[in-house]
T-cell receptor, first 115, second 116 residues
Framework: GNSVTQMEGPVTLSEEAFLTINCTYT??????LFWYVQYPGEGLQLLLK?????DKGSNKGFEATYRKETTSFHLEKGSVQVSDSAVYFC??????????????FGKGTLLTVNP | GAGVSQSPSNKVTEKGKDVELRCDPI?????LYWYRQSLGQGLEFLIY????????KSGLPSDRFSAERTGGSVSTLTIQRTQQEDSAVYLC??????????????FGPGTRLTVL
């Protein structure tokens, strides 16, 4: 079955530091890949997505590139802000087996950015 | 437009009681999903609705869990005879489903269920 593995947190950074959160996946076929973010007290929000190999998703200064050869979708940001403090979830949606609507999530990574 | 809404935001119940959780999807979204977020298991898929029918109930953890959707809109997730392991945040999402279930899923704020 499909699975997502992301680096365990918590991750604590100082403002303006570089961020990488690793995410690797196992899936058959060509899944779509997502990063969702959950700010304190709020629901899950889509941060970015990529639907095919070598696509780069980007939003709010965050980027992730769909690497099929390494089955990875690592999240990066060049300069984090205090407001980026949140829990980040990597997820995939398969495109085979008749269940291409179901999201499979990683366990989440808590990011805390200190001023 | 309004996003996905869920009620109640918090629910505390005693073991053995039944609870109902409600989800109002984004207007016009035909697909609706329930997920559960718990400390031990992370985010798990529970059930998927296309219109009023549920083609995939595979994630429901036991027969104490059921869900329905009426009028292609509001959905209710019911947990009977609640157990302490049911304590979690229950998330609802909806999507437009024009692409056969592959459109972006938009999530509600969740209902935090605590079973004492």
């Amino acid at each position: 079955g499909n699975s997502v593995t992301q680096m365990e947190g918590p991750v604590t950074l100082s403002e303006e530091a570089f961020l990488t959160i690793n995410c690797t996946y196992t899936a058959t076929g060509y899944p779509s890949l997502f990063w969702y973010v959950q700010y304190p007290g709020e629901g899950l929000q889509l941060l970015l997505k990529a639907t095919k190999a070598d696509d780069k998703g980007s939003n709010k200064g965050f980027e992730a590139t769909y690497r099929k050869e390494t089955t990875s979708f690592h999240l990066e940001k060049g300069s984090v802000q205090v407001s980026d403090s949140a829990v980040y979830f990597c997820a995939l949606r398969g495109n085979s087996g008749g269940s291409n609507y179901k999201l499979t999530f990683g366990k989440g990574t808590l990011l805390t950015v200190n001023p | 437009g309004a996003g996905v809404s869920q009620s109640p935001s918090n629910k505390v119940t005693e073991k053995g009681k039944d609870v109902e959780l409600r989800c109002d999807p984004i207007s016009g979204h035909t697909a609706l999903y329930w997920y559960r977020q718990s400390l031990g298991q992370g985010l798990e898929f529970l059930i998927y609705f296309q219109g009023n029918s549920a083609p995939d109930k595979s994630g429901l953890p036991s027969d104490r869990f059921s869900a329905e959707r009426t009028g292609g809109s509001v959905s209710t997730l019911t947990i009977q005879r609640t157990q302490q392991e049911d304590s979690a945040v229950y998330l609802c999402a909806s999507s437009s489903d024009f692409a056969g279930g592959t459109d972006t899923q938009y999530f509600g704020p969740g209902t935090r269920l605590t079973v004492l």
